[in-house]
């Protein structure tokens, strides 16, 4: 889907900038827009946009989605901020103090406090910051301009580290996004900005574009940024449910979609272990001196009892309860593996909550094994089987509910974090040629 996010200064108000605006989305196909400061927020009912529906804020923030499609969540948990959950991805949308750089710095310390609240959910952080990221992007005449401190830079530098945030337009020269004349001085800044989950950025497209500040149908002072997000947006009327991996929990699913995700129907009947689990048992339990080990997601059970011949103490798991696997009550296991369970659910947010789920059942100090199908595997089947895009991957089977998408180690390792593992420095190599794997350490501590 294609999001775009602008400062509209206050003119929405006016029909010409609604038209212009209107006209710019549809030529882009843009399916959502935030925007900072649409309005004059003073008692005024939400300006109509063509061929989109307002789906809440006010005049200083404000989003707005295109017909047929489902209205998000939006709340605003401070006036300068606004959450949208477009399906598995929180939005927060900024508008930062324009005067005063102390305010800003503290806006930023409790926008990375809002950032931790969402327990490592996928995020994109976009909006007006009135900052310069760099002391590049932002100066007055020929020199660096002094409007951002030293104190903004920290702040923000420690919400992108934090919450593992990149901030995509960063640039060199830098795209300035806002050019004015300020004591017969030009004053340039890249201040509008889109900080993005880093997991998300190999499928992610953002693109400023300066034409509807510049061009002849120009709509506003700010440059406008383009964000092409890697999900399908639910229509206004889903036909079902989308199974969560909460469920591993016992959670309600909070999502819907338009068709019933069933991962369980991708397991196969193996008569055999896996590939996958005789190299673990012959490349990784040795050397990492494993004694027990939790299959997650073990399907029918086939590598349980290929661990369990081994001499190891192996249990199984698996959220299907036809599979018959409920959950262990030990949570102290040496090792817990995790063979092609990533790449079947159907969204990122899904995967780490599968994470944190299987990183919850090994000791401290214990490891976590992830092995997924590769992108290069994946791509092929999808052009061999006439498979359908779905968020960012294919609809393997439509008709069953089965997702597909592969996933390579820096994307394992980058949504592993958010569970907090990280990767085992000089992991054995497991010999599993045509697909990924990381081997992960939980800390100690």
Request: hydrophobic residues 40%; glycine residues 8%; negative net charge.
């Amino acid at each position: 889907m294609l999001l775009a996010s602008v400062n509209l200064n206050k003119r929405l108000g006016t029909s010409g900038a609604r038209s212009g605006l209107a006209t710019w989305l549809h030529a882009h196909g843009v399916e959502a827009v935030v925007a900072q400061e649409p309005f004059i927020p003073v008692d005024r009912t939400p300006p109509a946009l063509d061929g989109f529906t307002f789906a809440g804020g006010d005049g200083h923030l404000a989003v707005w989605i295109s017909e047929g499609l489902a209205p998000p969540p939006v709340s605003s948990p401070r006036q300068w901020v606004q959450r949208i959950e477009l399906e598995w991805l929180v939005v927060l949308q900024v508008h930062l103090d324009a005067y005063a750089s102390s305010s800003r710095a503290a806006q930023l310390a409790e926008l990375a406090v809002l950032a931790a609240a969402e327990g490592g959910r996928p995020l994109l952080v976009c909006g007006d910051f009135n900052l310069a990221p760099r002391p590049e992007d932002g100066l007055f005449g020929d020199k660096t301009s002094t409007f951002t401190s030293r104190a903004e830079r920290v702040k923000l530098n420690q919400l992108t580290q934090g919450a593992y945030l990149v901030d995509t337009t960063a640039e060199e020269p830098p795209a300035f996004t806002i050019e004015r004349v300020s004591s017969g001085k030009p004053s340039r800044f890249r201040c509008d900005l889109a900080l993005l989950s880093d997991h998300l950025t190999a499928t992610t497209t953002v693109t400023p574009d300066a034409a509807v500040r510049s061009g002849p149908k120009a709509f506003t002072d700010h440059s406008a940024l383009l964000i092409g997000l890697p999900l399908t947006l639910r229509a206004a009327e889903p036909e079902d449910v989308l199974f969560a991996l909460g469920d591993l929990k016992g959670q309600e699913p909070a999502v819907t979609a338009h068709r019933k995700y069933q991962p369980h129907k991708t397991a196969m009947s193996r008569q055999a272990p896996s590939p996958a689990s005789r190299a673990v048992t012959g490349y990784l339990t040795s050397p990492l001196s494993v004694a027990s080990v939790l299959d997650h997601g073990c399907g029918r059970g086939a590598d349980v009892a290929h661990y369990r011949s081994a001499g190891l103490d192996a249990e199984g798991y698996d959220p299907h309860d036809d599979f018959g696997w409920p959950r262990p009550d030990s949570t102290v296991f040496d090792l817990v593996t995790s063979m092609f369970v990533l790449n079947v659910l159907p969204d990122p947010w899904q995967r780490i909550e599968a994470l944190k789920d299987a990183a919850s059942f090994a000791r401290p100090g214990g490891h976590v094994v992830v092995v997924t199908r590769s992108p290069d595997e994946i791509t092929k089947a999808a052009a061999d089987g006439g498979w359908t895009a779905h968020h960012d991957g294919y609809w393997s089977s439509r008709s069953k509910g089965t997702f597909q998408r592969g996933i390579d180690p820096a994307e394992i390792t980058a949504l592993a974090r958010r569970a907090g593992l990280v990767p085992l420095a000089d992991a054995p190599v497991l010999p599993l040629p045509g697909v990924c794997h990381v081997v992960l350490s939980k800390p100690e501590v």
